[in-house]
């Protein structure tokens, strides 16, 4: 038996992440393992003439980047499938996209597509937007997501194949959008979505081999901007399949932590006790499924996210439900959160929570800390998507233990910021996205994406970039967005690698390079110490490693 280092790395700094060696010279890999991280002699002991010498030409080598908040499916078969539509588009950008796409697709097939933003909802919810998308569709059938993931705006072909009248009844968890004489206008809000995502999966051949052809797809990008660990923020069944069938396969490329869904999400089937029944046969070497994921509200955007403060004294899109003195609800009871994390905690699952408002964000810091007294420190639970935090609540996400999942990465001068702050109450884009607070009060910080729910590219440099700098490098959006809550570039970099892989559950396995743990590692063009901090999201990618073996190679 050989001891031998299968390979070792060296001729390019080695930043590990790793607090007890931060920089190393070398780094020997065997079995898919790191066997030795150090000087270049301290590794040369376990290296032998059989040992593979790599010498990236690049400057820097990282561990592997973890993106701790993604839709690996979603994203996956939007870049195979799907139309791709800006959320910043009107009906007059979206129709003739629909059109197009219509052109090339057989007499059946569906037009998938997204993202729409929720404004554009508000104002096609008319006959006329109706018969517009019908005659755009050259008569096939249209599905197409809004921002929240939670509506879909749909022709009436599409209505046609799901099965449902201007005499259908609602359905119990959702509405079908009717005008003033109950005419369908081709709305479908909350549950009424999935019965339209049901119908593309009955009408599409083989959805199986397109979900493998979406994951692959998805990790493939993944691994080009140097990600090899991810956590799928929001699984269903047939995800999870996906991700475990690859695995065994020996094609999977990044490690998955899935959160599994506790509620139907975006994809029909089988949610809540019933999925998680499952996780333990759905498991692989790569793929967890350790998490349950509760949805509580929306998000800011389209006033669907809950706010301890009403949101700004307009009326919107006409609605007068929105009017004067509005905050937005959650989803969820305080009695049904709290049973749902206590079933999850005693069915030995972590837990991940999306709340986009103050409120939520209360209401899950709450739930947490009632489940903490009675089962201790144990369970693992994120807070998706704090880019509200009321000052009172800052301090309770370390006490709890609560990591701070920081996803989307928009803590930069954005449009869709400024959307949130015309909703916003009185105190506007004030301590938006409080990650140097956060961070200050001793919070784990992890960097997600939400690829693609708030962004067409999972981008990892841009974010890293942006948590320091809180401003924009396209020049179209000028100015900071609260640079007091900037945080400094080796925060960053940990909010990007080590830091989630120890949210995730990882930490024993990747997210730094030191001995014992996964070979994931990357090399980069440019030392991101070097560099002006405003130029790190030009970095690119030059070599991608999972498990000792290289996954990406820039062209
Ligand atoms: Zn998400």
């Known amino acids: 038996m050989t001891t031998e280092a299968d390979l070792v790395v060296r001729g390019v700094p080695i930043h590990t992440m790793d607090p007890d060696r931060p920089l190393a010279e070398a780094m020997a890999v065997r079995g898919g393992r790191i066997a030795a991280v150090g000087t270049e002699a301290e590794v040369l002991t376990v290296c032998g003439p059989t040992t593979r010498s790599v010498v990236p030409d690049a400057a820097m080598v990282l561990p592997g980047l973890v993106d701790g908040h993604t839709h690996l499916g979603f994203a996956g078969r939007q870049v195979a499938w799907e139309l791709s539509l800006s959320p910043m588009s009107g009906p007059a950008e979206i129709l003739p996209e629909v059109r197009e796409r219509a052109g090339r697709l057989g007499p059946d097939e569906w037009v998938v597509g997204g993202i729409v933003g929720g404004a554009v909802l508000d104002a096609v919810g008319t006959p006329e937007a109706l018969a517009a998308l019908d005659e755009a569709s050259l008569g096939r059938p249209v599905l197409l997501r ?58 599409t051949p083989d959805a199986r081999a397109r979900d493998l052809h979406s994951v692959r797809t998805a990790v493939c990008i993944l691994n080009s901007l140097g990600i090899t660990a991810t956590m799928d923020a929001a699984t269903m069944g047939v995800w999870l399949d996906a991700f475990t069938e690859l695995d065994n396969a020996g094609e999977l490329t990044t490690w998955i932590v899935a959160c599994m869904a506790a509620r139907e999400f975006v994809d029909p089937g089988v949610a809540g006790p019933e999925l998680f029944a499952t996780a333990a046969r759905r498991r692989s070497a790569h793929v967890r499924p350790d998490f349950v994921k509760a949805v509580l509200d929306g998000v800011p955007m389209t006033r669907s996210a809950l706010f301890l403060e009403p949101y700004a004294d307009v009326v919107h899109g006409g609605a007068a439900t929105h009017g004067c003195g509005f905050y937005g609800h959650s989803f969820y009871t305080d009695e049904e959160l709290h049973d749902l994390l ?214």
């Open 146 to 203: 809004d921002d929240s993931m939670h509506n879909r705006w749909v022709n009436s072909r599409a209505l046609a194949l799901m099965g449902v009248t201007a005499s259908s009844p609602d359905p119990p968890d959702g509405r079908y959008g009717r005008d003033a004489r109950g005419e369908l206008v081709g709305l479908l809000y909350e549950g009424a979505s999935t019965r339209a995502e049901a119908a593309v999966r009955a009408h």
């Open 342 to 555: 206590e079933h999850a905690v005693s069915h030995g699952l972590h837990a991940k929570l999306h709340a986009t408002g103050d409120g939520t964000v209360r209401q899950a810091l709450d739930a947490v800390a009632r489940v903490r007294a009675r089962h201790g420190a144990g369970p693992v639970f994120h807070v998706a998507h704090p880019e509200f935090v009321h000052p009172d609540d800052v301090a309770r996400f370390a006490e709890l233990g609560v990591v701070a999942d920081a996803s989307p990465a928009l803590w930069f001068p954005h449009l869709m910021n400024t959307i949130i702050g015309a909703q916003r109450g009185a105190h506007g884009l004030e301590r938006i996205w409080p990650l140097r607070e956060l961070h200050a009060a001793g919070a784990l910080l992890a960097a997600g994406s939400d690829w693609p729910a708030a962004t067409l590219r999972p981008d990892p440099w841009l974010s890293i970039e942006t948590m320091v700098t809180r401003r924009n490098p396209d020049p179209a959006f000028p100015g900071t967005l609260g640079p007091d809550q900037a945080v400094d570039l080796p925060t960053a970099l940990r909010a990007h690698t080590a830091n989630p892989a120890r949210a995730m559950g990882l930490g024993d396995q990747t997210g730094q390079l030191r001995p014992g743990l996964s070979a994931d590692f990357i090399a980069i063009d440019q030392h991101l110490l070097d560099v002006p901090v405003d130029q790190i999201h030009r970095t690119q990618v030059r070599q991608t490693w999972f498990a000792g073996t290289l996954v990406y190679e820039s062209p």
